[in-house]
């Protein structure tokens, strides 16, 4: 979420970019056909009730994250169906593609900037939400975008910090899930981190306190609720083989 650009990526310019649309109906594109998403603790009172979420680490700073499952392989996306989405609620990562936040500065997030992948199927000139009005203003589609940003860049030092904490209590674990798929047979989901419930059982004291206060109790207890939806990508996989 936070990358620095790449060569199909552009900072964002209301001139360069004016007549610029993003045609928001055309879900399954390449950036979206992935298997993991990022998320953040804000979102996660709504992602529990669709997505299965676990720990990843950053392949950029081997930090804990929160990721939410989509699929059993790279580059599957079982919440795809064409251009529908299998849930009523969308992580902030998703939404927020085709556009990056570039940041000079990891240090001062205020301070980043939006970059477009020009290269994006979603971007054209013809169809979708256009970017800026005639005299170069923000519509009301790429505020949302920023406002998305902004949500995401509010989140990341809070997730960060739960994660440490859940870290330093040594409630974290790597965990390896294979499942059973109907037409598909044995799948592995590698590189997921999971809570440790002997780990959590035993919390005392000023431990515990200190994790129910600053709401490291609850985002366990939401995490450990939500890997019931993996049977639902179950059923989708075994759905998508037959």
Do not use: C
Not at 175 to 193: M, Q
Request: charged letters at 20%; zero cysteines; a neutral charge.
């Amino acid at each position: 979420m936070t990358e620095s650009t790449n060569s199909t990526f552009e900072l964002l310019d209301s001139k360069i970019h004016k007549n610029l649309k993003i045609d928001t109906s055309l879900l399954n594109t390449k950036l979206n056909r992935v298997n993991v998403s990022s998320v953040i603790v804000s979102e996660l009172n709504t992602l529990v009730h669709e997505y299965a979420i676990f720990m990843t680490k950053s392949p950029s700073s081997g930090e804990l994250q929160l990721t939410a499952v989509l699929g059993f392989d790279a580059g599957e996306n079982l919440y795809l169906d064409g251009n529908n989405w299998r849930a009523t609620y969308m992580p902030l990562d998703i939404i927020r593609r085709p556009f990056q936040a570039y940041m000079p500065d990891k240090n001062k997030m205020d301070q980043g900037h939006l970059a477009i992948d020009v290269a994006a199927e979603q971007v054209n000139k013809k169809k979708g939400a256009a970017l800026f009005d005639e005299q170069g203003n923000k519509t009301e589609y790429l505020q949302k975008i920023e406002t998305t940003f902004s949500q995401i860049m509010g989140g990341v030092p809070y997730t960060a910090a739960l994660l440490k904490e859940a870290e330093d209590l040594k409630l974290i674990e790597p965990v390896t899930i294979t499942v059973e798929i109907p037409n598909r047979g044995k799948v592995d989901l590698n590189g997921l981190y999971g809570f440790d419930k002997k780990a959590i059982d035993k919390l005392t004291g000023a431990a515990l306190k200190k994790a129910h206060q600053s709401g490291l109790l609850q985002v366990i207890h939401l995490m450990l609720s939500s890997t019931i939806h993996l049977q639902k990508l179950i059923g989708w996989s075994a759905a998508n083989n037959k």
